[in-house]
Structure formats: C-alpha cells, structure tokens
T-cell receptor
Framework: AQSVTQLGSHVSVSEGALVLLRCNYSSSVPPYLFWYVQYPNQGLQLLLKYTTGATLVKGINGFEAEFKKSETSFHLTKPSAHMSDAAEYFCAVSDRDDYKLSFGAGTTVTVRA | KAGVTQTPRYLIKTRGQQVTLSCSPISGHRSVSWYQQTPGQGLQFLFEYFSETQRNKGNFPGRFSGRQFSNSRSEMNVSTLELGDSALYLC?????????????FGDGTRLSIL
C-alpha cells in the first residue's frame, strides 16, 4: 500500500511570498499523484494531478507541482501567496492498479498580511 | 453542472444507533468513493462503488457498509455506532473507476456520536 508523507503540518507565509508544500510517496513505481485543498467546513477541491507526460503540472489558482521520480516527490508551489490561499492542503496518490486515494496528513497554510 | 451532493450535512446520533448517509454524484459519473476524515487518523478510504458493484474496500469493520443504485447514487450505512465513528464522511465521484481519474468531493456529512 502507498504511503504519503507531507513535511510540515503547518506552514505560515507572508502575503506575496512563495508557497512551498512538500509531498513524498513511497512506491517505486510512479503512482498517480494529486493535490487537493480543503477550506473550513467544505469538502476537498482538486488543485492539480499528475498521471503521465510532462512532469511540471499546472493547476488552478496559480498552483503548480513538479513530479520528480528520482526523489519520489510531488511538491506544490505558488509563486505569490494570497490571503485566500489559507486552507489545508492534501497530497494524495493512487497506485496504477488500484482505485483508492491514499492521503497525506495534510498541511495547514496560514497567510500573514 | 451540479457538484457532488451529500445529505444530511450534520447528524447527531447516540452510541448503538445506526445511520445512513446519502451521496448524489455529479451527473454522468459512475464511480462513487467514500472517505472518513478525523483529526487523529486523517483521511481514510472506506469503499468504492462502480456500476452498483463494490470495487475496493478499506480497512474498516463490517459495521460500515454501502451500496450504489442504478442511477449511481450511493448510500453508506454505519451500524452499532461507537464514539470513535464521529467524523466527517466525504463522498467523491469520478467519471470512471480509478486509474488516475480525478475524484470530485462533496462537502461531507459531519457525524457526531454522543
């Protein structure tokens, strides 16, 4: 079974600063990779996904992530944080022969004015 | 296009009771998955249904069950409720089953057990 590690349960950034959220997965075979965001009292919203092809993936709201097979990583970045980015972010993976998502523990982002 | 709809949004039950949660997927989506979210355990997969068949099941006791109807709507049932069942239950739908299909989540049903 896949395991997903998100480094840092809380990240605090200033408005306009770079947002970097780290995600590492355990499989030796590259899985499908996803980033989701959750706002208070809401479900999860898909930010972006990687299945095959280009390793730099662009998502919604200015986020992007890079798949690095050699590092088994899929870190999420946004060049300039906005107050509306304050939320909890989840990295998720699914094996290529599986149907379920395995989630990381989540990273809560706060944005300072 | 309407998103995934979960009802009810909030539910309060007592230990020993049973509960049924409902999920209506996005129109045209045939796969429905259920997840449990708690502060201690995070997001955990419960089960996935596709064309009325359970395709995959997580590591939960048999008190947790589900089904899917011919219109792709799904229900989840928890019997003999325990305090530890208090959680946000999330339903997600996708066009097809697994294999990298993005899952679209509802806003969840928050279940509190007294």
């Amino acid at each position: 079974a896949q395991s997903v590690t998100q480094l840092g349960s809380h990240v605090s950034v200033s408005e306009g600063a770079l947002v970097l959220l780290r995600c590492n997965y355990s499989s030796s075979v590259p899985p499908y990779l996803f980033w989701y965001v959750q706002y208070p009292n809401q479900g999860l919203q898909l930010l972006l996904k990687y299945t095959t092809g280009a390793t730099l993936v662009k998502g919604i709201n200015g986020f992007e992530a890079e798949f690095k097979k050699s590092e088994t990583s899929f870190h999420l970045t946004k060049p300039s944080a906005h107050m509306s980015d304050a939320a909890e972010y989840f990295c998720a993976v699914s094996d290529r022969d599986d149907y379920k998502l395995s989630f990381g523990a989540g990273t809560t982002v706060t944005v300072r004015a | 296009k309407a998103g995934v709809t979960q009802t009810p949004r909030y539910l309060i039950k007592t230990r020993g009771q049973q509960v049924t949660l409902s999920c209506s997927p996005i129109s045209g989506h045939r796969s429905v998955s259920w997840y449990q979210q708690t502060p201690g355990q995070g997001l955990q997969f419960l089960f996935e249904y596709f064309s009325e068949t359970q395709r995959n099941k997580g590591n939960f006791p048999g008190r947790f069950s589900g089904r899917q109807f011919s219109n792709s709507r799904s229900e989840m049932n928890v019997s003999t409720l325990e305090l530890g069942d208090s959680a946000l239950y999330l339903c997600a739908s996708s066009l097809l089953s697994g294999r990298g299909q993005p899952q679209h989540f509802g806003d969840g049903t928050r279940l509190s057990i007294l």
